[in-house]
């Protein structure tokens, strides 16, 4: 169990919460499209924090993906899903619709599916 | 305009995962001794650096779309970068797509379609 929580659910834990982070703090910038657009998400702390934040839970991911078995690891990517679903309505006050919700039982289930392929294995 | 943001986060992500791919294809990771070398091999391919820009761009356009859009639509949003890099890698590594893959992307891709209708 923590093996599976340090390998697993904290980069999954990392990557919500980086995620999270970075758009409670785009919400509060004005970016426009352009150069200057890119100067101020790099000259901005708190999102470089969030980016990095979902930068380093993207690679102890792979580390993870090294480790174990696609097949066994795409079920904990829904994880991901259900948390940013649930936690962009009470943290980031957001207005998910119903089809949200369908939308990402379709995600899960079509993830497990994936998993569960003979070929899963030579993935990656 | 946001739309197209978003596409091009799918695009570069894409891009990125095949990118390095294909960096760390024709290893061998047999022992532990074999690290050194093949981590030599890695940064020699030109494919870990197009990998690393494509990730840049990928970061960016991220950014760039999250700025009008809810995560809640975006992040599911992404999951169709399984489909498009299940697809490129059928047609440039050759990759087999089983028929249990085949359901489970067409799910993804109606989980995704349920994004536009809600």
Partial sequence: MKQLSLFILFPVFLTTLGEFFLKFNLNSVVIPFSYDGIKIIFSNP???????M??????????????????????????????????????????????????????????????????????? | MINFMLLGVVFARTACDLSFKA?????????????????????????IYSGFLFGGINVLLWCFALTELDLSYAYPFLSISYLTIMIAAKFIFNEHIGRQKIIGLSLIA???ICLFIG
């Fill in chain 1, 46 to 52: 708190l999102i470089l924090v969030g980016i990095l």
């Fill in chain 1, 54 to 124: 979902i930068v380093l839970g993207s690679i102890l991911w792979i580390v993870a993906m090294s480790k174990y078995e696609m097949s066994f690891l795409y079920p904990f990517l829904s994880i991901n899903y259900v948390v940013i679903i649930i936690g962009s309505q009470f943290f980031l006050n957001e207005e998910v619709s119903i089809w949200r919700y369908i939308s990402i039982v379709f995600i899960i289930i079509g993830l497990i599916v994936i998993s569960r392929s003979p070929y899963a294995k030579s993935d990656h």
């Fill in chain 2, 23 to 47: 960096a760390v294809q024709k290893l061998h990771f047999d022992s532990f001794d074999s690290i050194i070398p093949n981590l030599k091999k890695i940064f020699l391919s030109p494919f």
């Fill in chain 2, 110 to 112: 109606l989980g995704t």
